[in-house]
């Protein structure tokens, strides 16, 4: 993020919203097409963000059911029991939710093998990632033109992290 001055890639942005909302309109017939995605569609980042809470929470009653004695000592009666059922609860939602969205989305709805290849095909970054499609389109675009000039002869003028090159 410092090195090369990006917002990080799961924060929420308001573009998220809005994202949201046309997704929901989407599967539930009430509107066009399904919103256009980054590198990290709202879907994606629901489910890190999903992952990341019950994670928390896990960890936290975690360590209290490690020592519940030192806890007893110093915390309400009411803590350790809570923890208990925070800490099952919890366990029970990432298995009942998260394992069956993700499986779903991933291997049977889009048939995503980018798991095992670390790739995707042009047509589901068409689809899925649209607006990362349209980035690396227009930058391989530009680095052609930037090739063509450069075969030509003609002097190039490129903007790379605040220096400008002149070659």
């Known amino acids: 993020w410092f090195v090369w001055s990006e917002a990080p890639g799961m924060a929420p942005s308001g573009r998220d919203f809005a994202a949201f909302t046309g997704l929901l309109s ?6 066009g097409k399904r919103p ?17 809470l019950c994670s928390l929470l896990l960890i936290l009653s975690a360590l209290l059911l490690w020592a519940p004695v030192l806890v007893s000592k ?8 809570s923890a208990r059922v925070i800490h099952t609860l919890t366990g029970l939602l990432l ?13 049977f709805r889009e048939r995503n093998t980018s798991i ?4 995707l095909s042009e047509a589901e970054m068409r689809k899925n990632h649209a ?9 391989d675009e530009e ?24 070659s």
Request: glycine share 10%; proline share 4%; no cysteine.
């Open 95 to 107: 298995v009942v939710t998260l394992l069956p969205w993700h499986l779903y989305h991933t291997l």
């Open 116 to 119: 095992f290849t670390g790739l």
């Open 143 to 166: 680095l052609r033109q930037i090739q063509a000039n450069l075969a030509s002869g003609e002097a190039t003028a490129v903007q790379t992290g605040g220096v400008r090159e002149v």
């Open 26 to 31: 989407y599967l539930f017939g009430k509107g």
């Open 74 to 81: 110093y915390m309400p009666g009411i803590v350790m029991p």
């Open 36 to 52: 256009a995605a980054g590198h990290y569609s709202v879907e994606e980042k629901l489910t890190y963000w999903w992952l990341a």
């Open 131 to 139: 607006l990362e499609y349209q980035e690396i389109m227009s930058a």
